[in-house]
């Protein structure tokens, strides 16, 4: 797997040239020149790089496969797109997405007081903007707002309260107005029918959104008698996140479509959009036997236009505009994060560190003996015999008869045996050879926070593909485990058999070996938690002008350690004081030794949590 399953999950985003990772755009520059410029200026740990054209590359292709569907089918409705801002609301990724979306006249949507705030300022005025998620009375009053600037907005409602509480607001904020102005209003509707996954709750009957079939009744007919049935414009669902199977969309699009044409018979005559809400899957797999997804882009466009238009013929009523609120699938590979790694912890086993005697016990003797003769032909017997003297002397240990030494050569020889094995029946793939990886696979130490960066594969065991930057001319041997800096046992990647990675021999005290996480645009960044104060990475925004050149803009730094504890409502500027007087103070100290410690101090205070180095000779 020397291209890390490249042409699985990397959308011809990235391409190999001379060992290096290169972005597959522009100038093709390597992610190894981008790091190291951005290094080159100070900035140490973790980086997160953004890609807007990689933002734009997949609005382009969600509107491309609905445009193309819609001609094919000659569909009559629209088809507009929103972005959840809970996929990533951060500004650096909303002002990219603003910037290459407003051509696709693509909107923004919210679900809660805080995104609606960011969907109000930064969505191009005619742009959509719907709003999703339970809502107090002030926040039906803020989409009033938006409505009276002249924003293009639609209230889903999850529930009757909430719309009594538009009918309540509308009364109050059109009394003394002399412009009547109420937001287009859609009702969320509970479908039977669930997704798949770990995000399939989101839809069934049981799902925490939506109304009934009983209570989207009683909405209808309180709409009518309110005289608000003029703004019932959508019907809105959305059965659940990275659906791996079209299946479940498609028994959603046909329960959400008979609802929709039934409410139109009825008299719903401004209802004229169906929002399939999001759902559509990212491949994260690196290995072909795990892909996450069953479908294409261009299925799914097509089933959803094709069933639309059916149902609506059959019901005979026009067929709706249609709205997507994809996230995952525009954001997640916008971003990537990029790791130094700190160390390896299996370089124990060397055989630089092998304390022979003169005189060795036996077996230690036959092991050694193993190693040295270790071939092609023999490798599996030589194995299982080393495996066998390694129980032996372990025993002979625990029993006292052999000492710390003769302990560590065996660990040494036994592991260095099983790694040249492995390597000489690399052919061969067999139950006890996988096995055998877990024993001798490297520990990479990475400077980044599992919590912070990939908090998905904390909570739901998400894979994200992980690769090195260099060196992809070279097939990397070792069975790799990633561990991150927080002191937390879970903040670590372990090797898989099954889904195994393999990463380069590396020495750390001489060379830089920079890991890159992708599709971690998606969820990750807001979920990101503080676990052991690591907070939000370096980021930068990478822009490429109309000549092709690269621009590296919008850098925000990795927050500092005052700032972070500010955050947490300490009062830094007491602790600030605390910290001096306990230095000025200290009978410990010389006056001179305390002026160089105060500065060193500071200099730390205004540094962030990632670290700066362990044992290598040059800066991390
Ligand atoms: C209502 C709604 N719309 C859209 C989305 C985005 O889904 P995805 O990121 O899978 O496209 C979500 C995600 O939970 C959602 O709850």
Redesign the pocket.
């Known amino acids: 797997m020397q291209n890390f399953g490249l042409e699985i999950w990397g959308d011809d985003n990235f391409l190999i040239r001379e060992g290096q990772l290169a972005l597959n755009y522009a100038r093709c520059p390597s992610l190894l020149e981008i790091t190291q410029t951005i290094r080159e200026r100070g900035y140490r740990g973790p980086l997160l790089l953004r890609f807007p054209h990689l933002i734009k590359k997949q609005i382009a292709s969600l509107f491309d496969a609905f445009h193309s569907a819609m001609e094919e089918f000659e569909y009559q409705g629209k088809f507009h797109a929103v972005f959840?801002l809970?996929?990533n609301q951060f500004p650096n990724f909303v002002h990219s997405l603003i910037r290459v979306a407003t051509p696709y006249g693509y909107g923004l949507?919210a679900?809660s007081k805080g995104e609606l705030i960011i969907a109000m300022s930064e969505t191009p005025m005619g742009a959509p903007i719907t709003v999703?998620?339970f809502k107090d009375k002030e926040m039906i009053a803020l989409c009033f707002t938006a409505a009276k600037m002249g924003h293009n907005i639609t209230v889903t409602i999850e529930g009757l309260g909430e719309l009594q509480t538009i009918i309540e607001v509308n009364r109050e904020f059109n009394k003394e107005s002399i412009t009547t102005v109420t937001p287009k209003i859609g009702v969320?509707i509970r479908l039977h029918s669930s997704g798949i996954g770990s995000?399939a709750k989101?839809g069934g009957y049981s799902s925490k959104?939506g109304l009934t079939s009983t209570e989207l009744l009683e909405a209808f007919e309180l709409l009518q008698r309110s005289k608000l049935l003029g703004q019932l414009s959508m019907v809105?669902f959305?059965i659940?996140?990275?659906?791996s199977e079209i299946a479940p969309l498609k028994k959603a699009l046909r329960e959400a479509g008979n609802i929709y044409t039934d409410l139109k018979n009825r008299g719903a005559f401004a209802l004229s959009a169906i929002n399939i809400?999001?759902?559509?899957?990212v491949e994260y797999s690196q290995h072909s036997h795990a892909q996450e997804r069953n479908y294409s882009l261009k299925e799914f466009a097509n089933d959803v236009v094709f069933l639309m238009q059916e149902i609506a013929k059959n019901k005979g009523v026009e067929t709706p505009d249609i709205f997507?609120?994809?996230?995952?699938?525009?954001?997640a590979s916008h971003s990537v994060l990029i790791a130094p790694v700190l160390e390896l912890f299996s370089q124990e086993y060397h055989q630089k560190s092998l304390r022979l005697k003169e005189d060795n016990p036996p077996l230690i003797q036959e092991l050694n003996d193993l190693f040295e003769t270790i071939n092609r032909t023999n490798a599996r017997e030589y194995l299982h015999d080393a495996l066998d003297h390694m129980e032996s002397l372990l025993t002979l240990f625990d029993l006292g008869y052999i000492d710390l030494e003769d302990r560590s050569n065996t660990e040494i020889l036994a592991n260095l045996i099983i790694k040249k094995a492995i390597t000489l029946l690399k052919d061969e793939d067999t139950d006890e050879l996988k096995r055998l990886q877990n024993r001798i696979q490297e520990k990479y130490l990475v400077n980044f926070s599992a919590f912070e960066s990939l908090p998905d594969f904390w909570g739901l065991s998400q894979h994200f593909p992980v690769m090195p930057l260099d060196r992809l001319d070279t097939k990397p041997t070792r069975p790799a485990s990633l561990w991150d800096i927080t002191c937390d046992s879970d903040g670590e990647i372990g090797f898989n058999p099954d889904l195994p990675l393999y990463l380069h021999d590396i020495d750390v005290t001489k060379d830089e070996y920079f890991l890159a996480f992708f599709l971690t645009g998606?969820?990750q960044e807001v979920l990101g938690m503080k676990h052991n104060l690591f907070t939000h990475p370096t980021e930068v925004i990478v822009n490429f002008d109309e000549a092709g050149e690269m621009h590296l803009d919008d850098l925000i730094e990795a927050q500092n350690l005052m700032d972070i504890l500010d955050d947490l409502e300490y009062e830094t500027g007491k602790m600030d004081k605390s910290l001096k007087q306990k230095i000025e103070e200290s009978p410990l100290i010389d006056e001179e030794e305390k002026r160089v410690l105060l500065g060193k101090l500071y200099l730390y205070l205004s540094e962030n949590s990632y670290l700066k180095t362990i044992q290598a000779t040059y800066d991390l």
Do not use: C
Not at 277 to 281: A, K, P, V, Y
Not at 324 to 331: F, H, K, P
């Open positions: 959840p809970k996929v949507e679900g999703n998620g969320r995000w989101s959104f809105h959305h659940g996140s990275q659906m809400g999001g759902g559509l899957t997507t609120e994809s996230g995952r699938y525009i954001a998606a969820y």
